[in-house]
């Protein structure tokens, strides 16, 4: 993760009661239909997500801006690959 200033989040996802592989799968729908370098925020309560979106933006060139974690509740940043 690189350090930014607080990001403008442009779309935010909301996946909680979702399970694998469907978080993942509404993240990367959204990532098709942003500008390069805009930033998503999406909202999980699937424990997997966090070693999925790591794996998938490694592969693909997105960057993981932020992530927290309030009990069962996570948020990821991720901010869009520029190619």
């Given at each position: 993760?690189?350090?930014?200033?607080?990001?403008?989040?442009?779309?935010?996802?909301?996946?909680t009661?979702?399970?694998?592989?469907?978080?993942?799968?509404?993240?990367?729908?959204?990532?098709?239909?942003?500008?390069?370098?805009?930033?998503?925020?999406?909202?999980?309560?699937d424990?997997?997500?966090?070693?999925?979106?790591?794996?998938?933006?490694?592969?693909?060139?997105?960057?993981?801006?932020?992530?927290?974690?309030?009990?069962?509740?996570?948020?990821?940043?991720?901010?869009?690959?520029?190619?």
């Amino acid at each position: 993760m690189t350090s930014h200033k607080t990001p403008q989040i442009e779309h935010h996802i909301d996946a909680t009661g979702l399970e694998c592989p469907q978080p993942l799968m509404r993240l990367k729908t959204e990532l098709q239909h942003v500008a390069a370098g805009a930033y998503v925020e999406i909202t999980t309560t699937d424990p997997h997500s966090d070693l999925d979106f790591t794996i998938w933006c490694e592969r693909f060139g997105h960057e993981i801006v932020s992530k927290t974690a309030d009990g069962e509740i996570s948020s990821f940043i991720i901010r869009k690959s520029e190619t």
